[in-house]
């Protein structure tokens, strides 16, 4: 299954599932300049080569990411990232692409 989005700058950007994946686990990233594999906490390149992020944030655990967000936005007055009205208009769509492949 794939889903494509053309956004405003003319980038076109692709979700691609497959159910019968043989491939590396994990999730691609491809963009202009090269492809990414993120696996857990590693971050590859197309070509396999590992990429130093142990400088790009003070923890490699999302879940102590997410938490420190939650507890910055609550002390600094503003909504977190990712929360539930940020999150809501992306699940709306996904819910009415649903809808439309049900009735297929």
Known sequence: MSLQLKA????????SLSFNNDGPL???YIGDTGTYVA???DLMTGKDE????????????GIELQDR???AAI????????????VLP???????????????
Do not use: H, K, W
């Open 69 to 71: 967000e939650f507890v």
């Open 50 to 61: 590992r990429i130093d992020v142990s400088q790009v944030d003070v923890s490699m655990n």
């Open 26 to 28: 994990g999730t691609r």
């Open 75 to 86: 002390r600094e007055g503003r909504e977190p990232n990712g929360s539930v009205a940020q």
């Open 39 to 41: 696996r857990y906490d």
């Open 8 to 15: 405003a700058n003319g980038a076109i950007c692709t979700l």
């Open 90 to 104: 992306c699940c709306q769509v996904l819910d009415r692409l649903e809808r439309q492949l049900g009735r297929g």
